[in-house]
């Protein structure tokens, strides 16, 4: 059955530094998004994307922030400057189109660690 | 905006008891969908069951079974004679029709099944 894969499972880094983290879609899918949970809390919405452009972004998304999907398979989200506060889990998401009923289906998840 | 609510944090039961965790939901659209997500101690989102808001049956797989009650707004979950394997958090989430199809997420239950 296909999955949505993300790589790596844990990512540790230092305050300041640029991390990428990398996700795999389920192949013919259209829809992207991107959640965080930080320890303990619950899983909040960062972005969206289609058609190649960010559809919607929270808050929590600031310039800090970017998603690409650079050869159409891969689907990244990259932090430019980490911060203590940017340590959680981070979930990739993919769903196949409107007529699939709003199903998304993550990723195993990659915990980020900000020393 | 959409917004969901699950009010009770931590339940604990002793296995083969009942637990039934509450969900509440707000939202302004019409058409709209309903999800229940399970996450065991290693951290990914084990998707459990989507509900659309023009389907109101109430569902029984195995040990679980879903009440959705649109006039209360409520998507309850129960697990019946419940097992250690159960001991997870569960969240309840929202997407809405229009829009990104972005999941709302509420805070999440911690059940804790004793032996």
């Known amino acids: 059955e296909p999955e949505v894969t993300q790589t790596p499972s844990h990512q540790v880094t230092q305050m300041g530094q640029e991390v990428i983290l990398r996700c795999v879609p389920i192949?013919?899918?259209?829809?992207f998004y991107w959640y965080r949970q930080i320890l303990g809390q619950k899983v909040e919405f960062l972005v969206s994307?289609?058609?190649?452009?960010?559809?919607?972004k929270s808050e929590i998304f600031d310039d800090q922030f970017s998603v690409e999907r650079p050869d159409g398979s891969n689907f990244t989200l990259k932090i430019r400057s980490t911060k203590l506060e940017d340590s959680a889990m981070y979930f990739c998401?993919?769903?196949?189109?409107?007529?699939?009923?709003?199903?998304?289906?993550f990723g195993p998840g990659t915990r980020l660690t900000v020393l | 905006a959409q917004k969901v609510t699950q009010a009770q944090t931590e339940i604990s039961v002793v296995e083969k008891e009942d637990v039934t965790l509450d969900c509440v939901y707000e939202?302004?659209?019409?058409?709209?969908?309903l999800f229940w997500y399970k996450q065991p101690p290693s951290g990914e989102l084990v998707f459990l069951i989507r509900?659309?808001?023009?389907?109101?049956q109430n569902e029984i797989s195995g040990r679980y079974s879903w009440n959705f009650q649109k006039s209360t707004s409520s998507f309850n979950f129960t697990i019946t004679a419940s097992q250690v394997v159960d001991s997870a958090v569960y969240f309840c989430?929202?997407?809405?029709?229009?829009?990104?199809?972005?999941?709302?997420f509420g805070k999440g239950n911690q059940v804790v099944v004793i032996p």
């Open positions: 994307f289609y058609n190649n452009e960010i559809s919607e």
């Open positions: 998401a993919s769903m196949g189109g409107r007529a699939s009923y709003n199903e998304q289906f």
């Open positions: 509900r659309n808001s023009f389907d109101e």
């Open positions: 989430a929202l997407s809405e029709a229009q829009g990104n199809n972005r999941l709302a």
């Open positions: 192949s013919n899918h259209l829809y």
């Open positions: 939202t302004r659209d019409t058409t709209y969908y």
